[in-house]
């Protein structure tokens, strides 16, 4: 399986405090995502990135940002988490611009805002 | 309209079964087709990518059809383990979304 892990596996924290979330990979993958997954909505994507320092907004970027500073880390911030908030965060990569090989998928981060 | 739509289920079969989930999808101009597998609690692992010729592995087999904007799964012989969820995704290509898109998944249940 691909090196990829996301941490802190699980948090619970605060309304109105700021949140960091890692995605750490050891392929060299270009490509990384993030989405988070509730019941009724699926995985819905947050940000994306292609390449270091060049990131994109998905369709719920609204409330966070992302930076990537190296290839292996993608990093997830929430800037004043909120109830709305509370979900599992999936990070993803792909080394295929097309996505003809899908994606591999880290084990997740169940986040908790309370 | 959501871009990939599936049933949700649940599909309560009988082990030995055969089981068939459809997905459709929004974006003509996609490129690229999976089905992925996601057990409860767990990151989603790849199943399978989706051909124009119909492809085959095992006892699972995928199914497009583009005329119609539509993706099936058939999953025969079941087995207790292929109980999970399966999620219908797509390339949004032409979009500007350099980024796969998924259906909210359809969960199977398989019954001793």
């Known amino acids: 399986d691909a090196g990829i892990t996301q941490s802190p596996r699980h948090k619970v924290t605060e309304t109105g405090t700021p949140v960091t979330l890692r995605c750490h990979q050891t392929?060299?993958?270009?490509?990384m995502y993030w989405y988070r997954q509730d019941p009724g909505h699926g995985l819905r994507l947050i940000h994306y990135s292609y390449g270091v320092k060049d990131t994109d907004k998905g369709e719920v970027s609204d409330g966070y940002s992302v930076s990537r500073s190296k290839t292996e880390d993608f990093l997830l911030t929430l800037e004043s988490a909120t109830s709305s908030q509370t979900s599992v965060y999936f990070c993803a990569i792909s080394d295929s611009r097309d996505l003809n090989y899908g994606y591999t998928f880290g084990s997740g981060t169940r986040l908790t805002v309370v | 309209r959501k871009e990939v739509e599936q049933d949700p289920g649940p599909f309560n079969v009988p082990e030995g079964a055969t089981v068939a989930f459809n997905c459709t999808y929004s974006n003509s101009a996609s490129q690229s087709f999976f089905w992925y597998r996601q057990d409860c609690r767990k990151e989603p692992k790849l199943l399978m990518s989706v051909y124009s010729s119909g492809n085959e592995d095992g006892r699972f087999t995928a199914q497009l059809n583009r005329a119609s904007q539509y993706i099936s799964l058939l999953i025969r012989d079941s087995k207790l383990s292929d109980s999970a969820t399966y999620l219908c995704v797509v390339n949004m290509e032409g979009t500007g979304r350099r980024a796969l898109t998924f259906g909210s998944g359809t969960r199977l249940q398989v019954q001793p």
């Open positions: 392929e060299n993958h270009r490509y």
